[in-house]
């Protein structure tokens, strides 16, 4: 019985069957989980007969299952640490380069700097493997091997960039391989076959034909190897311990050949003249002259450097003066050559191999003829040039890793393997660094082609019994390891696209019916077929350092990572690594990439960087339980905890800004508008968060809270607003709104201002609560200092794909309030909505106030700032309270006391304005005699009047108009509130106040409007006008918001104060700060 759902489901169909089933098993208590949670004993036997065979993701996992079901049954892999990673490591490390270029390193970089460099790189290895032993024995490890460990552990980002970068070395491995093996065939074995003749070539010609003959083998390899690949791997399999055999058998011969010069060394004479190396192909004797029967010959020695065969022929002023002594190549591990030998000897190209110690007698001035008789060196060398060539022989640790589908037991194979063979190969790489260096000749060990010793292969003239072991030994070897590239790359990179990481390599998932990744194989032939094209060894050799490297960075750096965070799953078998060593390989890794080649190194993480960012906008969404998730837990906590330490200063304040939506019956937003104006508010940037409240209680609308979030979730993405959702269920939608703003956040990172919509149709008695929650949330904000922004007209704001041409962003600054009016037309300029908007600043002077000075104070204050705005002072001079106004504020105060004296609820309110729609007579006209004309004034709706004549109320001269709304220096009015109407033309007529009764039953209409209220309407309607004057056309008005009634009975009274001042404005901005400066004019 498997644990899938499925499987659950069909043991579990019956209450009959249930009873049935746990009669008798102890599980009845546990009857009603058993459709999600199967029993135990089901699901063990499914868990340990787990197959690793399946690679990556979680879906793939799934559907090879399905496939699997689908075929025969697969056998359990049956390889043990021995055949399945200790010799595929073997064979992937000890490679061409130990073959071709090892004694040429020691010889340039002498047996002390080589022995430095081989120590790092086996070094580095060595704790790349630890890391790898950790992580790999961290669970299970499917088929796909090093690319899986680090997707998993690292994250998809990560995994994809290394996966491509590990892919690209393997790729050029192959590629190295191919052109050594050209080389030992073309050089060693039958230089015969070049097509393009060497002989008789000097210089760059030699060297450009033999750089196409390997261009052209090369491919025609290339294509045989991808061929016999195509056609099946299992060929490749079957022959790689035929080629493993040939590797070590090689090694054997090396270290037969030394202990055979301890005895009896072999004869490779090399010839010098003076302390040059000559060309064994130009002579055959090494001597000027020979005695044959008492005569004087010369010898063909003679006749390269001379231009006759005659005695007396002009020759060469060097091979004048400088005498020819034969050496033998390899002296023996006895001979005391190994101290001539400790240092480096670093050539530029061009030069001639020389002998030290030994004297030579050289014009300075004369220049050097007939080189082509010399073996020259044919590139510069340096230290950081044979680090670059040799690290390719330190790869290949991955290999059993990389079979890690096919280990009986992969969590104690792939440790025990991989070190081993590590420390085997660094004994045998470190051993003959010193060995070379004690048996041959410095010369012999500068000659990379061995043109001084009969164009011998160097490391075969050491060997026994004869130096074609070693060649045909390395050719085998070089053709065995290309192959297992060229098997070993399509499938990574097919298991890189059958993760879906990566959208575009997708099509390279498939492959033929049995699983092999054809058009994988074809792109790998491609990009090996750029190596094969560069030509060089030593030039390719760098580049695959550099895809090495940084792969086995990353896996140090996640083996740390799982270290350091402690992650609950990091509990790996393997016990002896710990972080710093991790730590140390990384920076091993790093270090040596920048020392083969800086340029590489930056190349190399260049393609990585564009791989990381690829899959982080494009790739696919994957949660694979990594580190990096991990690490950004510890991250946020540390930065959380570090905000905590006290408020931001003033310079690094941003809005953070909690954004009051509203949701309809569908959990649809209703003002996504909202979203739209904060995503042009923050630019992208600072803390976001969209909150609602669901009517209810939790149990029971859980999932229409589910459904909210989602909703506000794809507004965000739909709005490109990067922040949080939050969802609050409560009993009523106030309380939701007010648990909110108290615990929407976390830590120091919580919101400093929130915005809420203005409520639509707040008159209407049905919406009443709409504007009553509306007042708490301003109450709310003020307690908690919190600032508070209030869109009128929300649905008029343009959406972020509008762009405004010109206009004003126009801002009305009446009372400060810690500079939020400065910096919100700043922070929307930002944005490309409003960028061509220009920002106009209007204040206001009062009677007493310098306008002129003022103005330049502001501009002042602006410059200092760095704010550009057009700036203007506007003189509100002391005007009378008009009649109109006068009658407003009245009509505002009877609507908001009969429903307070009633104490309606809301569905008696609803049925009390349908029943009493006519409640206020007041009489009217032109001259003011109050008995004529009836104006009808309903619950819902205040007095509209079109162009009032001009009337004036007459009160004491000191009565100014307040500044703002919240003045607390509001004047009395006239004394015991009696007011007295007059027209301009006639005060001598004095009309008084309505005074009659009203009708019985209804003595709570008063008809003397309170002084306060008076004031604030005359207030809001001055503002209104003059705002309205000067602003009509702006695009956007900011606008001082005055502050709540602290008296709870005016909150009618003050949302028509707001809707006075805001009156005739298309789209209106209202801000109050939260009581802290948040603009500063110091740097």
């Given at each position: 019985?498997?644990?899938?759902?499925?499987?659950?489901?069909?043991?579990?169909?019956?209450?009959?069957?249930?009873?049935?089933?746990?009669?008798?098993?102890?599980?009845?208590?546990?009857?009603?989980?058993?459709?999600?949670?199967?029993?135990?004993?089901?699901?063990?036997?499914?868990?340990?007969?787990?197959?690793?065979?399946?690679?990556?993701?979680?879906?793939?996992?799934?559907?090879?299952?399905?496939?699997?079901?689908?075929?025969?049954?697969?056998?359990?892999?049956?390889?043990?640490?021995?055949?399945?990673?200790?010799?595929?490591?073997?064979?992937?490390?000890?490679?061409?380069?130990?073959?071709?270029?090892?004694?040429?390193?020691?010889?340039?970089?002498?047996?002390?700097?080589?022995?430095?460099?081989?120590?790092?790189?086996?070094?580095?290895?060595?704790?790349?493997?630890?890391?790898?032993?950790?992580?790999?024995?961290?669970?299970?490890?499917?088929?796909?091997?090093?690319?899986?460990?680090?997707?998993?552990?690292?994250?998809?980002?990560?995994?994809?960039?290394?996966?491509?970068?590990?892919?690209?070395?393997?790729?050029?491995?192959?590629?190295?391989?191919?052109?050594?093996?050209?080389?030992?065939?073309?050089?060693?074995?039958?230089?015969?076959?070049?097509?393009?003749?060497?002989?008789?070539?000097?210089?760059?010609?030699?060297?450009?034909?033999?750089?196409?003959?390997?261009?052209?083998?090369?491919?025609?390899?290339?294509?045989?190897?991808?061929?016999?690949?195509?056609?099946?791997?299992?060929?490749?399999?079957?022959?790689?311990?035929?080629?493993?055999?040939?590797?070590?058998?090689?090694?054997?011969?090396?270290?037969?050949?030394?202990?055979?010069?301890?005895?009896?060394?072999?004869?490779?004479?090399?010839?010098?003249?003076?302390?040059?190396?000559?060309?064994?192909?130009?002579?055959?004797?090494?001597?000027?002259?020979?005695?044959?029967?008492?005569?004087?010959?010369?010898?063909?020695?003679?006749?390269?450097?001379?231009?006759?065969?005659?005695?007396?022929?002009?020759?060469?002023?060097?091979?004048?003066?400088?005498?020819?002594?034969?050496?033998?190549?390899?002296?023996?591990?006895?001979?005391?050559?190994?101290?001539?030998?400790?240092?480096?000897?670093?050539?530029?190209?061009?030069?001639?191999?020389?002998?030290?110690?030994?004297?030579?007698?050289?014009?300075?001035?004369?220049?050097?003829?007939?080189?082509?008789?010399?073996?020259?060196?044919?590139?510069?060398?340096?230290?950081?040039?044979?680090?670059?060539?040799?690290?390719?022989?330190?790869?290949?640790?991955?290999?059993?890793?990389?079979?890690?589908?096919?280990?009986?037991?992969?969590?104690?194979?792939?440790?025990?393997?991989?070190?081993?063979?590590?420390?085997?190969?660094?004994?045998?790489?470190?051993?003959?660094?010193?060995?070379?260096?004690?048996?041959?000749?410095?010369?012999?060990?500068?000659?990379?082609?061995?043109?001084?010793?009969?164009?011998?292969?160097?490391?075969?003239?050491?060997?026994?019994?004869?130096?074609?072991?070693?060649?045909?030994?390395?050719?085998?070897?070089?053709?065995?390891?290309?192959?297992?590239?060229?098997?070993?790359?399509?499938?990574?990179?097919?298991?890189?696209?059958?993760?879906?990481?990566?959208?575009?390599?997708?099509?390279?998932?498939?492959?033929?019916?049995?699983?092999?990744?054809?058009?994988?194989?074809?792109?790998?032939?491609?990009?090996?077929?750029?190596?094969?094209?560069?030509?060089?060894?030593?030039?390719?050799?760098?580049?695959?350092?550099?895809?090495?490297?940084?792969?086995?960075?990353?896996?140090?750096?996640?083996?740390?990572?799982?270290?350091?965070?402690?992650?609950?799953?990091?509990?790996?078998?393997?016990?002896?690594?710990?972080?710093?060593?991790?730590?140390?390989?990384?920076?091993?890794?790093?270090?040596?990439?920048?020392?083969?080649?800086?340029?590489?190194?930056?190349?190399?993480?260049?393609?990585?960087?564009?791989?990381?960012?690829?899959?982080?906008?494009?790739?696919?969404?994957?949660?694979?339980?990594?580190?990096?998730?991990?690490?950004?837990?510890?991250?946020?906590?540390?930065?959380?905890?570090?905000?905590?330490?006290?408020?931001?200063?003033?310079?690094?304040?941003?809005?953070?800004?909690?954004?009051?939506?509203?949701?309809?019956?569908?959990?649809?937003?209703?003002?996504?508008?909202?979203?739209?104006?904060?995503?042009?508010?923050?630019?992208?940037?600072?803390?976001?968060?969209?909150?609602?409240?669901?009517?209810?209680?939790?149990?029971?609308?859980?999932?229409?809270?589910?459904?909210?979030?989602?909703?506000?979730?794809?507004?965000?993405?739909?709005?490109?607003?990067?922040?949080?959702?939050?969802?609050?269920?409560?009993?009523?939608?106030?309380?939701?709104?007010?648990?909110?703003?108290?615990?929407?956040?976390?830590?120091?990172?919580?919101?400093?201002?929130?915005?809420?919509?203005?409520?639509?149709?707040?008159?209407?008695?049905?919406?009443?609560?709409?504007?009553?929650?509306?007042?708490?949330?301003?109450?709310?904000?003020?307690?908690?200092?919190?600032?508070?922004?209030?869109?009128?007209?929300?649905?008029?704001?343009?959406?972020?794909?509008?762009?405004?041409?010109?206009?004003?962003?126009?801002?009305?600054?009446?009372?400060?309030?810690?500079?939020?009016?400065?910096?919100?037309?700043?922070?929307?300029?930002?944005?490309?909505?409003?960028?061509?908007?220009?920002?106009?600043?209007?204040?206001?002077?009062?009677?007493?106030?310098?306008?002129?000075?003022?103005?330049?104070?502001?501009?002042?204050?602006?410059?200092?700032?760095?704010?550009?705005?057009?700036?203007?002072?506007?003189?509100?001079?002391?005007?009378?309270?008009?009649?109109?106004?006068?009658?407003?504020?009245?009509?505002?105060?009877?609507?908001?006391?009969?429903?307070?004296?009633?104490?309606?609820?809301?569905?008696?309110?609803?049925?009390?304005?349908n029943q009493v729609s006519p409640i206020l007579t007041c009489v009217s006209s032109l001259s003011f005699t109050l008995s004529q004309c009836h104006v009808t004034v309903s619950l819902s709706q205040s007095v509209a009047v079109s162009n009032p004549k001009q009337v004036q109320l007459i009160h004491t001269k000191n009565a100014s108009t307040p500044t703002s709304p919240t003045s607390p220096t509001s004047p009395a009015g006239p004394a015991g509130g009696a007011a007295t109407w007059t027209d301009n033309k006639g005060a001598g007529k004095g009309p008084t106040l309505l005074s009659a009764n009203p009708e019985p039953g209804r003595d709570h209409f008063n008809m003397k409007p309170n002084q306060t209220d008076l004031r604030r309407m005359h207030t809001a309607m001055r503002l209104n006008e003059v705002i309205t004057k000067k602003s009509k056309e702006a695009k956007l008005v900011l606008l001082n918001m005055p502050?709540?009634?602290?008296?709870?009975?005016?909150?009618?009274?003050?949302?028509?104060?707001?809707?006075?001042?805001?009156?005739?404005?298309?789209?209106?901005?209202?801000?109050?700060?939260?009581?802290?400066?948040?603009?500063?004019?110091?740097?």
């Amino acid at each position: 019985r498997g644990c899938s759902p499925p499987a659950s489901s069909r043991l579990i169909s019956s209450d009959a069957e249930k009873s049935q089933q746990y009669d008798g098993k102890n599980m009845a208590l546990f009857e009603e989980e058993m459709d999600t949670s199967p029993m135990v004993s089901s699901l063990l036997s499914s868990l340990a007969n787990y197959s690793n065979l399946p690679t990556g993701s979680k879906e793939h996992e799934e559907a090879e299952n399905i496939e699997e079901g689908a075929q025969e049954t697969l056998h359990a892999p049956q390889l043990g640490t021995l055949m399945g990673v200790y010799l595929p490591c073997i064979q992937n490390i000890f490679g061409v380069i130990l073959f071709l270029r090892m004694t040429w390193m020691v010889g340039i970089g002498g047996v002390f700097g080589s022995f430095i460099i081989v120590f790092m790189c086996c070094s580095t290895t060595m704790l790349t493997a630890i890391s790898m032993s950790a992580i790999a024995t961290n669970g299970v490890v499917p088929a796909g091997g090093s690319y899986y460990m680090i997707s998993r552990s690292l994250g998809p980002e990560f995994g994809g960039a290394v996966g491509i970068c590990f892919y690209l070395g393997t790729t050029f491995a192959g590629a190295m391989y191919i052109l050594g093996c050209i080389e030992i065939l073309l050089i060693y074995i039958i230089p015969q076959a070049a097509i393009f003749k060497i002989e008789g070539l000097e210089g760059p010609e030699a060297e450009l034909a033999l750089l196409n003959n390997m261009r052209v083998y090369g491919t025609l390899v290339l294509s045989l190897m991808a061929l016999v690949v195509f056609v099946g791997v299992k060929y490749v399999n079957k022959l790689a311990l035929l080629f493993l055999a040939c590797v070590i058998l090689s090694i054997l011969a090396v270290y037969a050949g030394v202990i055979k010069t301890a005895i009896d060394p072999p004869v490779f004479p090399v010839c010098l003249l003076g302390n040059r190396t000559l060309v064994s192909k130009g002579y055959d004797i090494c001597a000027k002259v020979i005695e044959i029967d008492n005569e004087t010959i010369t010898t063909k020695l003679w006749r390269s450097f001379c231009d006759s065969e005659y005695l007396n022929a002009t020759c060469d002023e060097y091979f004048t003066n400088n005498n020819i002594t034969e050496i033998q190549g390899i002296p023996g591990v006895t001979s005391g050559i190994l101290a001539e030998n400790l240092f480096g000897n670093y050539l530029e190209k061009g030069m001639i191999l020389e002998k030290r110690g030994l004297s030579s007698d050289v014009d300075p001035d004369s220049p050097t003829t007939s080189s082509n008789r010399y073996v020259l060196a044919d590139i510069t060398s340096f230290f950081t040039l044979l680090v670059g060539i040799y690290f390719p022989s330190v790869t290949g640790i991955m290999a059993g890793s990389n079979r890690s589908g096919d280990l009986r037991d992969a969590q104690k194979s792939i440790p025990i393997g991989t070190i081993a063979a590590i420390t085997t190969t660094s004994t045998v790489y470190m051993s003959c660094v010193v060995l070379f260096g004690a048996c041959i000749e410095g010369v012999v060990l500068r000659d990379k082609f061995g043109e001084g010793v009969n164009g011998n292969l160097v490391i075969g003239t050491l060997a026994w019994p004869s130096p074609w072991v070693i060649v045909f030994g390395s050719f085998f070897s070089t053709c065995g390891a290309g192959l297992q590239s060229l098997t070993g790359a399509p499938r990574l990179l097919q298991a890189i696209s059958r993760d879906g990481i990566i959208p575009f390599l997708r099509v390279f998932g498939h492959g033929k019916a049995n699983g092999e990744p054809t058009w994988a194989l074809l792109l790998t032939a491609c990009i090996c077929e750029i190596g094969i094209i560069i030509a060089s060894l030593d030039l390719v050799a760098p580049i695959l350092s550099m895809f090495f490297l940084m792969c086995y960075m990353f896996v140090n750096l996640a083996c740390a990572l799982q270290t350091l965070l402690r992650t609950p799953n990091w509990r790996p078998r393997f016990k002896f690594y710990h972080w710093a060593l991790s730590f140390l390989g990384m920076s091993l890794c790093l270090s040596l990439m920048f020392i083969c080649s800086w340029y590489y190194a930056i190349i190399a993480m260049g393609i990585a960087t564009c791989i990381y960012k690829y899959i982080e906008f494009c790739g696919a969404e994957k949660e694979w339980g990594d580190g990096i998730r991990g690490i950004s837990l510890s991250a946020a906590r540390f930065a959380l905890m570090r905000l905590e330490e006290g408020p931001p200063h003033t310079k690094n304040w941003r809005p953070q800004i909690l954004v009051l939506v509203s949701v309809d019956s569908e959990q649809n937003v209703e003002q996504p508008r909202l979203i739209s104006l904060t995503n042009q508010l923050k630019a992208g940037k600072g803390l976001t968060i969209v909150g609602t409240s669901v009517q209810g209680t939790f149990l029971d609308n859980y999932t229409e809270a589910q459904r909210a979030d989602q909703s506000l979730r794809k507004l965000m993405e739909t709005e490109k607003v990067k922040g949080f959702s939050q969802v609050v269920i409560s009993s009523n939608l106030r309380d939701g709104t007010s648990h909110l703003i108290q615990v929407g956040g976390l830590g120091g990172l919580k919101h400093n201002t929130v915005m809420v919509s203005w409520p639509r149709n707040w008159k209407q008695p049905e919406y009443h609560h709409q504007f009553r929650n509306f007042i708490e949330v301003v109450r709310e904000t003020t307690v908690a200092s919190l600032a508070l922004l209030v869109p009128k007209n929300i649905s008029s704001y343009p959406s972020n794909g509008e762009r405004f041409t010109e206009g004003h962003i126009d801002v009305w600054w009446i009372v400060h309030d810690g500079g939020m009016l400065m910096l919100l037309p700043f922070l929307l300029r930002q944005h490309k909505v409003w960028r061509k908007c220009k920002m106009r600043i209007f204040t206001v002077a009062q009677m007493d106030d310098n306008s002129i000075q003022m103005k330049k104070d502001l501009i002042t204050f602006l410059y200092h700032l760095r704010i550009d705005a057009a700036v203007e002072v506007v003189e509100m001079h002391d005007g009378d309270i008009s009649a109109y106004t006068y009658e407003k504020t009245l009509v505002m105060e009877q609507r908001s006391q009969i429903l307070k004296q009633m104490h309606l609820t809301k569905n008696e309110m609803e049925r009390e304005v349908n029943q009493v729609s006519p409640i206020l007579t007041c009489v009217s006209s032109l001259s003011f005699t109050l008995s004529q004309c009836h104006v009808t004034v309903s619950l819902s709706q205040s007095v509209a009047v079109s162009n009032p004549k001009q009337v004036q109320l007459i009160h004491t001269k000191n009565a100014s108009t307040p500044t703002s709304p919240t003045s607390p220096t509001s004047p009395a009015g006239p004394a015991g509130g009696a007011a007295t109407w007059t027209d301009n033309k006639g005060a001598g007529k004095g009309p008084t106040l309505l005074s009659a009764n009203p009708e019985p039953g209804r003595d709570h209409f008063n008809m003397k409007p309170n002084q306060t209220d008076l004031r604030r309407m005359h207030t809001a309607m001055r503002l209104n006008e003059v705002i309205t004057k000067k602003s009509k056309e702006a695009k956007l008005v900011l606008l001082n918001m005055p502050g709540p009634p602290k008296n709870r009975m005016g909150n009618e009274n003050y949302m028509e104060f707001l809707e006075v001042l805001t009156e005739g404005l298309n789209r209106v901005l209202l801000v109050r700060g939260g009581g802290r400066e948040v603009i500063t004019i110091y740097s």
